[in-house]
C-alpha cells in the first residue's frame, strides 16, 4: 500500500491509515447522514473535529464546507463522490467553497491560465452543477482571481503571504519532498484557500469549516491546521475534516487517475465507450474457469464492477442479492458487468442531459 498526495497504489488498508494519520472512525450520525449511499456504506469512513460540524446542522448555525479542484484533466466518477458531498452539505446549510487551484496547475502541468479555466469550468463546474450543487450559497473562485471586490482578494492574498511566517521547511519538505518555489507558494495559497471563508471580509467570524477529501489528501490538511494554530493576527477555528474511500481504478487497487483513461469512467463517456472500458479493463473477482467460479464462487470483494456498485446501486437488497449470487458462482463475471454498464449508462445518460444544461453564469459571474 502506498498513499500520498500524488500516488495512490495496491490495496488501500483504511484501518491502518486512520492509526497512521491519527484520525477517527466517523461517531454515531444524525438519521439524516444514514439516509445518505456515501455515510451508509461507510464510504465516507474517517474524520477529525467533525463534532463541531455536527453541532452547527443540529443547532442550525453557520458553517462551510470548502474544496479545491485541479484543473487538469477529465472529470470522472471518483471526483462525483466529492462533488455528492458538496450538494448534500448544502442542503444541510453549509455555504460552498470551491478553489479552482489554477495557479497550483500553472506551476505543476505546463498549460496556460486561460487552458487551466477553460478545464475547471467545462469538465468540473458543468458537473458540479449537474449533480445538484446551487449557486445561492456556492462561492466559486480561481486562485488566480479571488474576487473583483478589492477587498475580499486583499484579504486572501495578504493571508497567504502572512502564512509563510508561521510555516517551516521541515514542514514542507515532510509534505513534498523536494521542494520548489513553485510548491512552497501552493501550500500557502491552499491554507489560505482553506482558511480565509473565516475573515471579516467574507463569513465575517470564525466559524466551523469542513474540508471532505480522500485521505491521500491529509498532509495538506495536516500542514494547513499547524500554520493556522499558530497563526497570531486573527484566532481561526480550527479545520474539520472527513475522508473517504476511494472509488478504485479499473483495473483495480489504488484509484481512478486521470492520468490514465483505462483507469476510469468520465462523466461525459458515451454508452460504448462505458461498455468497452468495463468490459476490457475492469478486474474480476471471477475464478479461472467458468466450472471452477460456478463451484468456488467470485469474491466481490476484490471485483471492481461490484465494489462500483456498491457507491451507484442504491437499493440494498438488490446489491447484497448481487453480492450473494456473484460469491456463490450463479452469476458469471460478464453478468456482474452487463449489470454495471446497464447501472452506469442510465446514470451518465441523465447526468450528461442536466450538464448540457448547466447554467454557469449565476456561478462565475459574482464578485
Not at 492509526?19 to 439516509?35: A, D, R, Y
Not at 458543468?126 to 479571488?146: H, V
Not at 454508452?271 to 468490459?279: A, H, M, R, S, T
Not at 478486474?283 to 451507484?312: I, M, W
Amino acid at each position: 500500500m502506498k498513499v500520498t498526495p500524488w500516488e495512490v497504489e495496491g490495496d488501500v488498508d483504511y484501518n491502518k491509515l486512520i492509526k497512521e494519520f491519527g484520525i477517527n472512525p466517523m461517531p454515531k450520525l444524525p438519521s439524516v447522514f444514514n439516509e445518505n449511499i456515501l455515510f451508509k456504506r461507510k464510504i465516507v469512513f474517517a474524520q477529525r473535529d467533525f463534532d463541531r460540524i455536527l453541532s452547527a446542522i443540529k443547532n442550525k448555525k453557520k458553517f462551510v464546507m470548502m474544496t479545491g479542484l485541479m484543473p487538469s484533466g477529465k472529470f470522472h466518477l471518483g471526483h462525483a463522490i466529492l462533488a455528492q458531498q458538496m450538494v448534500f452539505y448544502q442542503k444541510l446549510g453549509a455555504k460552498i467553497y470551491i478553489a479552482a487551484a489554477d495557479l497550483e496547475a500553472y506551476n505543476t502541468r505546463q498549460k496556460s491560465l486561460e487552458e487551466l479555466r477553460k478545464i475547471a469550468i467545462e469538465q468540473y463546474l458543468k458537473n458540479y452543477i449537474a449533480i445538484g450543487l446551487n449557486p445561492k450559497n456556492c462561492d466559486f473562485y480561481f486562485q488566480s482571481e479571488r474576487s473583483k471586490e478589492y477587498k475580499k482578494s486583499n484579504a486572501y492574498y495578504r493571508l497567504a503571504s502572512n502564512f509563510s511566517r508561521y510555516a517551516t521547511f521541515n514542514e514542507f519538505k515532510a509534505v513534498y519532498g523536494e521542494i520548489s518555489p513553485g510548491k512552497m507558494n501552493a501550500s500557502l495559497l491552499q491554507a489560505s484557500d482553506m482558511f480565509h471563508s473565516q475573515l471579516p471580509e467574507f463569513e465575517g467570524n470564525p466559524l466551523p469549516v469542513l474540508i471532505p477529501v480522500g485521505s491521500d489528501q491529509d498532509p495538506h490538511i495536516r500542514l494547513a491546521r499547524g500554520i493556522g494554530s499558530r497563526y497570531k493576527d486573527y484566532k481561526f477555528m480550527q479545520l474539520s475534516s472527513s475522508y473517504h474511500i476511494f472509488l478504485p481504478g479499473l483495473k483495480g487497487g489504488g484509484k481512478m487517475s486521470s492520468s490514465d483513461e483505462s483507469s476510469f469512467i468520465a462523466m461525459d463517456d458515451s454508452p460504448k465507450q462505458v461498455e468497452n472500458k468495463i468490459k476490457k479493463y475492469a478486474f474480476s473477482g471471477g475464478r479461472a474457469t467458468l466450472k471452477e467460479h460456478k463451484e468456488k464462487g467470485g469474491n466481490p470483494d476484490v471485483d471492481v464492477s461490484y465494489q462500483y456498485l456498491s457507491f451507484f446501486e442504491e437499493n440494498e437488497i438488490r446489491l447484497k442479492k448481487i453480492h450473494d449470487n456473484y460469491k456463490s458462482g450463479s452469476l458469471l463475471t460478464s453478468e456482474l458487468k452487463q449489470i454495471l454498464i446497464d447501472k452506469l449508462n442510465k446514470f451518465l445518460k441523465e447526468h450528461q442531459e442536466r450538464k448540457e444544461k448547466a447554467d454557469i453564469d449565476k456561478f462565475i459571474s459574482k464578485d
